[in-house]
Every structure is written in C-alpha cells, then in structure tokens.
C-alpha cells in the first residue's frame, strides 16, 4: 500500500504540473501525463469470451450464465484473483474522491477493469451451494457501493457506482428468490436496504466537480481569444459566462433538487434554469447563447440516480414481503401496505404479474429496458 500511495503521489504532481502547462500556455502541451503504472506488468487481460462469463451491469441471466459455465468461471476468478481482491478491497474505502485537478484532460480511474469479480464470485458461490457466503458477499457489496456514492465527487463514478449496485441489487433479488421464503438471511442484508436517503442520490459534489471543469475551459477559451476577432471578444464575458453557469449547475445542489429526487419525480430538461436578462444578452451574447444550449445530459443523469433509489426500495419492498409472509394477507393485498419509504411514483407501473411471481418496475433513465422483471420467492 506505501507503494501505491507513492506511486499515485508522483502522478498527482505531474498532472498538476501539466494542468498548471496547459493553463498558462493555453494550449494542450504535447508531453501528455502517462501513469506511473505504464512502467509495471498490468494484469493479464480479460477475453471477450471471458467477459462473457462475469455478471455483466447489463447482464439479467447472471446466475444462469454462471450455473451453465460453473468450471469456467471458477478458472477465470483463480486467473483473475488480483482483480477480484481489488474489487472486494473497495470495502475497506470510505470516499471515492478525486483529488486530481478538475479539467477535461485529466485521467479517470479505470472503472470497469474490475469486471464485477466480486459479484461475480458470489454468484459462483451461489450455484456451488454457498447461498450464506454469497448472500454475504452481495449485501456487503451494496453497502459499499452506497456508501462510495455518498462520498464521490465526479459524474463518471457516481454514475459508476449506481450502475455496479443495480447489477448487484439484481443479483441479489435471483439469488433470494430460489430461497425458501422463511430462510434467515445476513444481517448486513439490513443495512444494505436499509431508507433511502439523500447520499444516495446528491449530485452536489460531482455537479461542482463538473462546474469547475467548465469554468477552466471557459478561462481557457478568454485566454486564448484573439485581438483580431474584435466583435466576438466584445459579446462574449468570461465572468458572466461563468455566472450564469453557475446557476445551472448550482440548482442541482438546491433543496428543491433535492426534494425531486427523494420523492422520485422524473427530471426534464425544462427543470433547469434557463433564463438570461436584458442585460446578459447585451453584455455577453455569446456566452449566454453557449450558457442556454440545452443540456439533457444532466437531467438524465438525475433521472439514473432515481433509477438506482427506486431499485434499493424495490429490493427492501421484495425483503418486507418476505418478512410479512404468513399474515394472512394475499401477495396483492400486502404490496400497497408497504412503508412509505418504500413507494415509487405511478409513472413506473410497479405492478404484480399476473402469476404472482415478479414485480414489473420502469426507469426513469434512458437506456434501461433490460432489467425491468424482480423474481419472487414461491410462494410468497
């Protein structure tokens, strides 16, 4: 580990160096940071074959796929063990933050070179018999996951982190669903599904993250004007450019943001500011023309973090089920007399199927048509 936290010490310092370059030359200098890791072995790459094999963030079949090709992928976790290490030591982290200088250029961690051995590695425990050690292993693996997402100050990881925990989330619903309804389950299990709150879907950090990567690049863009495109240089205003960025992104961070997002309204591009005064066109047109582009990205960005809460209360509902089974009541009767922490907006169509064996629940985020049935223990 000293090795480690040498080794990203010197990359922190020359990316700081090159940023600090690439502001006052304003231009990208060509001598582009490489990480120190460049100069080690890296770790023996997964095939598509083999990434065929892992519990994929898409992947509905995982513990299917897992039982049809067990000796497989028990192979590919012995050959792949450092990655599955890597992957479970993200327990042992409080904060996922990135202390790199905020800029377009700067490097993102490799999010997706863990392929998800961890869950992956439950699922095998799973099918092997091992159903404590994989529940285990699924419930401590959200609990991480939420607890990284409170604490992450990019877009790229929190987006990341509330895709990797759906995957689980969903591994997990299968895996209890083959169970017997009355069988005890993993106390941290509670904790994993445990009320929503607002770290589990706050954007704040990764939005000023985000903000300050903008105001960089609106500075770099003043700064590298030239004297001979008079007209634009006298319509357009670093600061009041920056101003009215501020308000966009700054709105995310705002109580009634908030708000929106525990009480799970879908988010539309009309939900941000996008106003600009008499005096804002006359003094900066084109900023606040560049200022008002609509930007659906963020809204949907909102949208996924609301996907990711209503799948915690979806599992924490299918878990309540289980814990009211034997009252007497019917399946249908219990489902709208879950606690209120637990309810999604009607714009979902959570409903029972008609067998009484799933739960049907949409998103709100774009793309996500894939994982939209939850199995139910028989029986239930």
């Not at 083999?50 to 995982?62: A, P, Q």
Request: glycine letters at 6%; aromatic letters at 8%.
């Amino acid at each position: 580990m000293d090795q480690i936290n040498l080794l990203y010490a010197q990359d922190r310092q020359r990316v700081h160096t090159w940023v600090t370059k690439l502001e006052s030359e304003g231009s990208v200098p060509s001598d582009f940071i490489a990480p120190s890791a460049d100069k080690y072995q890296k770790l023996p790459p997964l095939t598509a074959e083999e990434k065929k094999l892992t519990c994929g963030n898409r992947e509905v079949n995982c513990l299917s796929n897992v039982r049809a090709h067990r000796d497989e992928v028990r192979a590919l976790l012995t050959r792949q063990s450092v990655r599955l290490r890597h992957d479970e030591e993200l327990g042992n982290y409080d904060f996922d933050w990135n202390d790199l200088p905020p800029n377009s250029f700067t490097p993102y961690p490799p999010y997706g070179s863990t392929h998800n051995m961890w869950l992956t590695s439950a699922a095998l425990d799973f099918v092997e018999g091992k159903s404590t050690s994989a529940l285990q292993q699924a419930c401590t693996n959200i609990a991480n996951l939420r607890r990284l997402h409170g604490h992450e100050n990019t877009l790229v990881g929190t987006m990341v982190n509330a895709v990797r925990m759906e995957a689980v989330a969903n591994v997990f619903v299968h895996m209890v669903s083959e169970l017997p309804v009355d069988q005890q389950l993993p106390d941290t299990c509670a904790e994993a599904f445990a009320t929503v709150g607002l770290d589990d879907v706050n954007l704040c950090a990764s939005m000023q993250w985000e903000f300050r990567v903008v105001v960089g690049e609106i500075d770099l863009a003043d700064r590298t004007k030239k004297p001979t495109r008079w007209l634009n240089n006298l319509i357009f205003s670093k600061i009041g450019t920056q101003r009215q960025k501020a308000a966009q992104f700054g709105w995310i961070c705002s109580d009634r943001a908030h708000r929106q997002l525990l009480d799970d309204h879908r988010f539309a591009v009309t939900d941000f500011p996008s106003e600009a005064d008499v005096f804002d066109w006359l003094s900066n047109a084109s900023g606040s023309v560049l200022v008002f582009i609509p930007q659906p990205v963020y809204a949907d960005y909102l949208n996924c973090q609301e996907d990711a809460a209503a799948t915690l209360r979806l599992v924490a509902t299918i878990l309540w089920l289980r814990q009211t089974y034997g009252s007497g009541k019917t399946l249908a009767e219990r489902l709208p007399q879950r606690p209120v922490w637990m309810r999604i907006t009607d714009d979902r169509g959570l409903q029972l199927s008609s067998d009484g064996r799933s739960l049907h629940m949409g998103y709100h985020g774009p793309g996500k048509t894939g994982i939209i049935d939850w199995p139910l223990p028989a029986g239930l």
